[in-house]
């Protein structure tokens, strides 16, 4: 493993931008998935209004933890670096989920969302 440096500042932005629980529960969907994620499938997998998961979103877009790509209509989302410590470490906490855990659910709606992609794409734009 490469020996990576922090600046402080940097890390108190990020730790700062995970400490609200919608914020922390976007990053992890980013972190579970692996993948960009586009705005309305985030939104229908933590069952939030637009609004709020656009807020948290660009709150993490600002600390640095996710990055964000417009493609036409569709904003798409991604953890900024998806191999570094806070990516493996987003993922530590969805491994040992347990089934009632908000993050669990999360994942499972996710997950059902995901599913209704066209090639690889989301095609449907926000279902609330």
Known sequence: MKNERFDFKTC???????????RLRAATLLAYAG???CVCEIVDALAE????????????????IICKEKRGRWAMYALADKRGHL???L??????APCCSPVARDIARLEKRL????????????KC
């Open 12 to 22: 108190l932005k990020a730790f700062k931008a995970l400490g609200d629980p919608r």
């Open 91 to 96: 993922l530590g906490l969805v491994r040992p």
């Open 87 to 89: 990516a493996r470490h």
């Open 49 to 64: 209004s637009q609004y709020n998961v656009s807020r948290a979103l660009g709150a993490l877009c600002a600390a640095g």
């Open 115 to 126: 599913a209704r992609r066209e090639g690889g794409v989301c095609v449907i734009g926000c």
């Open 35 to 37: 993948r960009e994620l």
